[in-house]
């Protein structure tokens, strides 16, 4: 089983910057890629940026593109989300999930 422990999120203004954490712990499931979703209030969950678990390869949702940035510190065993230029439409409660485990979320806040 593997735990997954969700951090960094809080208020911002327009075009502030944010660095969200997933803590690893447990038995990971390398076989599948780790990533982030979201899920605005009254909004389905939407995906957001995935990796391969140690592999190249980065993925992202088109809204974020350019400006949010998946990486992972092997020895923290923790995977980041940055996010600059953040707009209101980022506001939302952000999730960390691999092999189907979920962390608890964190909230990111974007207004002025």
């Known amino acids: 089983q593997v735990q997954l422990v969700d951090s960094g999120g809080g208020l911002v203004q327009p075009g502030g910057s944010l660095r969200l954490a997933c803590a690893v712990s447990?038995?990971?499931?390398?076989?599948?890629?780790i990533g982030w979703f979201r899920r605005a209030a009254g909004k389905e969950r939407e995906f957001v940026a995935a990796r391969t678990w140690s592999g190249p390869n980065r993925y992202y949702a088109d809204s974020v593109k350019g400006r949010f940035t998946i990486s992972r510190d092997n020895a923290k065993n923790t995977v980041y989300l940055q996010m600059n230029n953040l707009k209101a439409e980022d506001t939302a409660v952000y999730y960390c999930?691999?092999?189907?485990?979920w962390g608890q979320g964190t909230q990111v806040t974007v207004s002025s």
């Open positions: 447990g038995r990971s499931q390398s076989n599948y890629g």
């Open positions: 999930v691999n092999g189907g485990y």
